[in-house]
């Protein structure tokens, strides 16, 4: 089989696993389908099951984790939770303004504690 040029190095940027690795944290299966390797400048969209799109841009200084939380997240319909689990650890959530009666339920589950609300 051959490939384009800017086929073959997308395959190499993209890793995709045959078979998932699959791992539990407390009561939840996480399956691991592999990575994505983003040189600087470049930008991968996630999409919720509703549509909904994430977007996690490389820089040369690290990444953009999320679009403007004040702008284009809020329009696509996500809110930013700050969240401190069981053992103080701190994450950044996106949740989808919908959702959050589910979000705040798997935090309940999970004791996690909902710090803050990014408008």
């Known amino acids: 089989m051959v490939y384009s040029k800017s086929l073959r190095r997308l395959i190499m940027k993209i890793k995709i696993s045959k078979k998932p690795r699959i791992f539990t944290i407390k009561d939840i299966q996480i399956k691991d389908y592999g ?3 983003l040189d600087t400048n ?14 996690f841009v490389a820089k040369d200084w690290g990444f953009y ?27 950044i959530m996106a949740v989808e303004k919908e959702k959050k009666v589910q979000f705040k339920k798997y935090c309940s589950n999970q004791k996690q504690k909902i710090l803050n609300w990014i408008k």
């Open 35 to 37: 990575k994505i390797k």
């Open 42 to 55: 470049e930008m991968i969209s996630f999409i919720t099951e509703s549509g909904k799109e994430y977007d």
């Open 65 to 91: 984790m999320t679009p403007s939380i004040n702008g284009r997240l809020k329009r696509e319909g996500f809110k930013i939770a700050i969240v401190k689990n069981e053992t103080g650890k701190i994450y």
